[in-house]
């Protein structure tokens, strides 16, 4: 296996952060750490009353401000760009390895076609069904940071247990499904708020819950949703 730092290199680089750290906390930048402190203890106690909106607002307000100061620090530029020699090493390496490796043999000729997605991975931005009929396709995807609204009423969902599988870091998810399809939801979410059917908590720390509707075992339309987020807020309601 690839390994990009040498074990006997760990210790120096160890030592290297500690004196850093050392340096430019005594002589350079002590008032960053302080703020640093400050900022961490205020989006920690915010995070604690993240139920409310003022709650919302001021840990939001904490993150960015901690990560300024972060930022601002010799210490985290120097992890930083340790961490991107490594990466930077990592990539290389597997590329020089991929080029050495042999070609292997594919002994099956299975046609395969690419489909068009519904919805694909994004980093940022809004993804949405829209107004118009689609058809539908199992859908599963990743968003950074952004809001993701699916209509379930502009499609046909086919026979079986459809599945619907949405990953966010931070932001929000609106499902919106027709009355006759039943529902089963699994959600997990590290600091945020879930409305299902009028279900849920404002205040939801670090769980995992599961909802599903009375009749979805013997439904002919029904879905299973599985949701996550760092952060954020979740919604399904009936349209």
């Not at 980093?123 to 009929?133: E, L, N, R, S, V």
């Not at 945020?192 to 509707?213: A, C, E, L, M």
Request: glycine share 6%; proline share 4%.
């Amino acid at each position: 296996m690839f390994n990009p730092i040498d074990k006997k290199i760990v210790p120096y680089l160890i030592l290297a952060t500690i004196a850093l750290f050392i340096v430019e906390f005594v002589f350079l930048r002590s008032d960053a750490y302080f703020w640093l402190l400050i900022w961490g203890i205020v989006t920690y106690f915010a995070w604690q009353y993240y139920y409310r909106q003022e709650g919302r607002v001021l840990f939001w307000v904490g993150i960015v401000a901690f990560s300024i100061m972060m930022l601002s620090t010799f210490l985290f530029r120097f992890i930083l760009a340790i961490i991107v020699v490594i990466v930077g090493l990592y990539f290389y390496q597997m590329k020089e390895n991929k080029k050495r490796a042999p070609q292997q043999l594919q002994f099956g000729e299975e046609p395969l076609e690419e489909e068009e997605l519904l919805f694909s991975n994004r980093w940022f931005g809004k993804q949405q069904t829209g107004a118009k009929p689609y058809q539908w396709q199992d859908i599963n995807c990743q968003t950074l940071f952004g809001q993701t609204i699916i209509n379930l009423n502009q499609t046909v969902l086919p026979k079986g247990e459809p599945t619907l599988v949405l990953h966010h870091l931070v932001g929000t998810i609106t499902l919106i499904i027709p009355y006759d399809v039943e529902v089963s939801i699994h959600h997990s979410v590290l600091a945020g708020s879930v409305d299902i059917f009028g279900y849920g908590d404002d205040r939801i720390v670090n769980r995992t819950v599961h909802y599903r509707t009375k009749n979805y075992q013997t439904a002919p339309q029904r879905i299973k949703i599985y949701t996550s987020m760092i952060a954020g807020q979740i919604e399904v309601r009936r349209g």
